[in-house]
């Protein structure tokens, strides 16, 4: 039987941001689908602007699954995970523990399909997707302010921090000419 896409499925009963008061939850399934989007831009800015040759694809299927393993560990809070290099190290052996849990629900004709994007094995598509991450952090904070959430203000100081230090060319672009827009209301919008 295979029990994968079944599993796959409970990315949705995941909230994110456990630690936080949240005006507005979030599940993984919600930020899969964002980073997604954000690892595509990345990456198609990286090609048309910058003379890249990248698989802009690749990268959204790559982000869909990036936390799929937490399915089985569940969200570990940013600041614990990262809190000295002997957790962080323990967290990434755990991960790997569940990708591998998760591939291997899927039949062996299917295993090879789902590895490179499950454990992203692409260390250049890899930078995209973090920093997709780092950007689908920063609108969730933005969003957390805007509605009177000052609990998110130093999450987004500290993103914001942590994005300036990535160097990423297609993502100071996207900084400079797609984030102001996250603070603009519907109307201003459209």
């Not at 990286?46 to 698989?55: D, H, S």
């Amino acid at each position: 039987m295979n029990r994968f896409f079944a599993m796959l499925s409970r990315m949705k009963y995941i909230d994110r941001w456990g630690l936080m008061n949240n005006t507005k939850t979030e599940n993984i399934s919600e930020h899969s689908l964002e980073v997604a989007i954000l690892a595509h831009a990345l990456v198609s800015i990286a090609n048309v602007r910058l003379g890249e040759n990248l698989n802009a694809d690749k990268a959204a299927v790559i982000a869909i699954f990036h936390d799929a393993g937490e399915i089985i560990t569940g969200d570990m809070p940013t600041p614990i995970k990262y809190y000295n290099p002997e957790i962080k190290s323990a967290y990434k052996a755990i991960e790997k523990v569940a990708e591998e849990r998760l591939i291997s629900m899927l039949p062996e004709d299917l295993r090879a399909i789902y590895r490179p994007v499950i454990s992203n094995e692409d260390a250049v598509l890899e930078q995209y997707v973090k920093a997709a991450d780092k950007l689908s952090a920063l609108i969730k904070c933005i969003e957390e302010v805007r509605m009177g959430n000052n609990e998110f203000l130093k999450a987004k100081e500290s993103t914001e921090a942590s994005i300036r230090d990535m160097t990423l060319p297609a993502l100071e672009i996207f900084m400079e000419e797609c984030m102001p827009a996250y603070y603009l209301t519907l109307d201003e919008l459209g």
